[in-house]
């Protein structure tokens, strides 16, 4: 049985697919051992596949350094400068960011940075106490009574609630 096709890079889903072998300290399992094979589809045309462990080593590191400079990749602002860049930054999030940029606002002073992380929470703070205002408007308009208001917003009320009744 092959792999899924629906895995398979193509140019409408460009992308890369590595297949490794079985693990040599599991013998015993039911796959047999195969060579590491690699394909690849980049949104700028490009295509490869690669058969054999240097092969494939070789078409990932190729891979990993056509990425950032790929011109199918589309421009975005830098989230650390806003100059246009093809870039992403190296972390979970993907961000669009000159290396040299993520790399500063990674080693900022761990008090810069809490600072940054304080003042996220205070505007999601802010942010939710906005929705709770549009949320106690839009309940008084409606009609709901006071104490039924105060239980809605406090969390204090459910639908579980009210299916019970």
């Known amino acids: 049985m092959g792999p899924d096709p629906r895995l398979q890079p193509t140019p409408a889903v460009p992308g890369i697919r590595i297949s490794a ?3 040599a300290d599991r013998p015993f399992g039911s796959v047999q051992p195969a060579a590491p094979f690699a394909e690849y589809v980049c949104r700028c045309g490009a295509a490869d596949t690669a058969h054999g462990a240097e092969a494939v080593a070789a078409l990932v590191a190729w891979w990993d350094d056509h990425q ?3 011109p199918g990749r589309t421009e975005r602002p ?6 246009p860049t093809r870039a992403r930054s190296s972390g979970v999030s993907g961000w669009p960011a000159h290396p040299a940029c993520y790399a500063a606002w990674a080693e900022r002073p761990v008090e810069q940075r809490r600072r940054a992380h304080q003042a996220e929470r205070i505007m999601a ?4 106490r906005w929705k709770t205002g549009r949320l106690r408007e839009r309940l008084v308009k409606d009609g709901y009574a006071p104490d039924v208001i105060d239980l809605i917003i406090s969390g204090g009320w459910s639908n579980d609630q009210e299916s019970a009744t």
Do not use: A, S, W
Request: charged residues 25%.
């Open 125 to 128: 703070r802010e942010t939710q």
């Open 78 to 83: 830098c989230q650390h400068c806003g100059k």
């Open 68 to 70: 950032p400079q790929c």
């Open 21 to 23: 072998p079985v693990r």
